[in-house]
């Protein structure tokens, strides 16, 4: 499974942007897909989660101005982020998790996009 994330910008504070992550390859849709971020110095972060079944949670800086979803269609999972605040900036990780026959967790990383949120 191959990640590419596009989407990220210079935004100012109260903005929105949508972050996308087109993956190629077998098993996106069985797969659960996550969004983290990683400020600078600051350890990578989860921002939401989304199962094969549509199920997904946030983190808790982000509840409530985040949503993440899916086009299985497509290949896709979105991030549509509101409200954004100078702390949201940082570099944004497409992820995906995916279950071999043997029951190992196979992860997936995309190469990031950066959001920057100017005050």
């Known amino acids: 499974v191959q990640l590419v994330e596009s989407g990220g910008d210079l935004v100012q504070a109260g903005g929105s942007l949508r972050l996308s992550c087109a993956a190629s390859?077998?098993?996106?849709?069985?797969?659960?897909m996550g969004w983290y971020r990683q400020a600078p110095g600051k350890q990578r972060v989860l921002v939401a989660l989304?199962?094969?079944?549509?199920?997904?949670t946030y983190g808790d800086s982000v509840k409530g101005r985040f949503t993440i979803s899916r086009d299985n269609a497509k290949n896709t999972v979105y991030l549509q982020m509101n409200s954004l605040k100078p702390e949201d900036t940082a570099v944004y990780y497409c992820?995906?998790?995916?279950?071999?026959?043997?029951?190992?967790?196979?992860?997936?990383w995309g190469q990031g996009t950066q959001v920057t949120v100017s005050s």
């Open positions: 390859g077998r098993g996106f849709s069985v797969a659960t």
């Open positions: 989304i199962t094969s079944g549509g199920s997904t």
């Open positions: 992820a995906a998790y995916i279950t071999d026959t043997t029951n190992r967790v196979l992860s997936y």
